[in-house]
């Protein structure tokens, strides 16, 4: 009664076992408690390494050396599995908001200063292109993370900004510096591409200044 | 002696056959003058549909009518089927030097006023977005895309406009309005999404403005 054997009945070319009730909570207890932690991030490297289109519950659960009726129990769908990795990949991009509180003279170059310390690690990087690719494939996709951002980011970005429309304008702001993430760092065009951070800072700090004060 | 011959050896299945010497000239007299405009707009249709990493030479053989040796014969690899195929694609927002030519007080709103001509029409924006998804996902197609910009446009883009570094300032603008064409077409957030192109525009204005003519 391990993994194993649960693993055998959805061995490649059979579909996924489909949600059987009862089953999910004994499985759970024997898979001990760090089951949960292993599912998310075998989940992250999934859909990081396949994009969204290409991952499946039973790739995830099998990467985790669980039964999908697990994975299912834990998250819900793909769909909700998806939220779930993403979630925590997103979130130093989501802290956005603190480097934009009080405002203030130096608040446009505080948000690219922001954005270019997550985007310049790689670390931090390659899995917030993997969502792009996602978003950018798969429309399931793109709406997970339009609510994740719309939820966790804009409300509390509005808050802080004393304009009209801060919504608007905060997107205006992100849409410049994710455009500029796209040439930098997907399509790779110089010179912007091999531009050093501090001359792109300093060329698209008084743009997101305006965006983010100027009434 | 005709197409059904020559389709019927590379059927599903079968790899695609090698380049033959002799062989794509004979086919190509066979097929027939409207065999390159055939192979061209079913390989548009292909990389759209698909993407780069699912389209074939062999599928887009498939689709035209036509052996893929003489898909070969007159494009290459898939790499420059690709760049064939993308070129008319990208054409018109290529033409955007046109729209900076001469400069001028209302130089960054004609371009941003340019882009959302290209972007509002779904018949030039659905292409340009399935060239997008092809570069996100894929090395080759980016390098494919970033050879024909640079190529084609930020050359050209360069000799109008009296600013130290010319290719960077444009850079900046265009990576501006490509990161609002992403929350708008893509991610779909609002209110940029839903936004009256005319609000976007007479917001984006000054900041295209100000790279492409602040010395």
Do not use: S
């Given at each position: 009664m391990s993994a194993g054997r649960d693993e055998a009945s959805s061995g490649p070319g059979t579909p996924a076992p489909a949600r059987r009730r009862g089953r999910p909570a004994r499985a759970a207890a024997e898979e001990g408690p760090g089951a949960r932690e292993r599912i998310l991030a075998a989940a992250r490297t999934e859909f990081a390494a396949r994009g969204y289109d290409k991952t499946s519950v039973r790739g995830i659960a099998k990467a985790a050396g669980v039964d999908a009726a697990l994975v299912h129990h834990y998250f819900g769908t793909k769909e909700q599995v998806f939220a779930a990795a993403i979630e925590l990949t997103v979130a130093p991009a989501l802290t956005m908001p603190d480097a934009l509180?009080?405002?203030?003279?130096d608040v446009g170059e505080r948000m690219a200063r922001f954005m270019f310390g997550v985007w310049e690690n790689p670390v931090s990087r390659q899995p917030l292109l993997a969502i792009m690719r996602s978003a950018l494939t798969n429309e399931t996709a793109a709406a997970v993370l339009r609510g994740l951002i719309e939820r966790r980011m804009l409300q509390r970005v509005a808050g802080e900004l004393d304009v009209p429309d801060p919504e608007f304008r905060v997107q205006m702001a992100a849409g410049h510096l994710i455009g500029i993430a796209m040439l930098r760092?997907?399509?790779?065009?110089d010179p912007v591409a091999s531009a050093d951070p501090e001359e792109i800072i300093a060329m698209v700090a008084p743009a997101l200044q305006r965006y983010l004060t100027q009434p």
């Open positions: 509180a009080g405002g203030g003279a760092y997907v399509i790779k065009m």
